[in-house]
């Protein structure tokens, strides 16, 4: 096994992550900028932006080397996960409990967490390493990865570096992906490719694509997608019929 093990790698990447939304939360706008690999300030965000902020001087969080890892501190960028199934959706069940999970998984949306997370080690696969198991019960640090972050009809590109080229993975939130040749050809096994491969749904954010001041719901997300879950379960929203 020791062989095939590919040892993680803690990217030094530059930029700054705003979002309204998490897996398990929606919060004003915050900002989260990287520098290096590692977060280096945390601007608005309410509540959950507060949080971020204090855990910043947890201790042990900047000066200790996770296992496996080769550079000291947790708050690396450790996740840059992205939604494939144009038939997933927002679930208005879940932002009624409080919760936000089903986002992450809309073809298109972004999700960022950080972290120094390395589940397994070189050994033994499918467990989490023990070292890893140790390491955060003797410092009484987080073993895993957290604090993620939701982009929204976001538009990512990507740079070939030997041809010097774009290419256009997301635009305005929709996976490119899907409109490729061979995508439909394989969707068509198992109908019309333009109703296969659909987007059941598009977020709606004021001010982007929908009507309204983005500058008004940044400030109060929650509310915003409160009465967007009512709409649906009372059945007055005008494109999500349950």
Do not use: C
């Not at 939130?173 to 050809?185: N, V």
């Amino acid at each position: 096994m020791k062989g095939n093990y590919i040892a993680p790698v803690q990217a030094e990447v530059q930029g700054i992550i705003a979002a309204t939304s998490s897996h398990a939360a929606t919060y004003p706008r915050i900002e989260v900028t990287v520098k290096d690999g590692l977060i280096s300030d945390v601007k608005g965000g309410g509540l959950y932006g507060e949080g971020l902020k204090l855990f910043q001087d947890y201790p042990g969080t900047k000066t200790l080397t996770w296992p496996m890892q080769k550079k000291p501190g947790y708050w690396w960028l450790y996740e840059a996960g992205m939604g494939t199934n144009p038939k997933y959706f927002k679930h208005p069940g879940e932002v009624m409990d409080g919760n936000n999970l089903s986002e992450r998984n809309v073809a298109g949306v972004i999700h960022w967490a950080f972290g120094a997370e390395v589940a397994m080690g070189p050994d033994i696969v499918g467990p989490w390493a023990k070292e890893t198991e140790d390491f955060a019960t003797k410092n009484n640090v987080p073993k895993g990865h957290s604090m993620h972050q939701h982009n929204l009809l976001a538009t990512m590109q990507v740079r070939v570096r030997d041809l010097d080229q774009w290419i256009t993975l997301v635009e305005h939130g929709g996976l490119t992906s899907l409109k490729d040749t061979y995508a439909r050809a394989l969707a068509s096994r198992y109908g019309n490719p333009d109703r296969v491969l659909a987007r059941d749904y598009v977020p709606e954010l004021p001010g982007i694509n929908a009507p309204g001041s983005y500058d008004a719901y940044a400030k109060d997300p929650g509310a915003y997608w409160m009465r967007w879950a009512q709409s649906i379960d009372d059945g007055t929203n005008k494109f999500f019929k349950p």
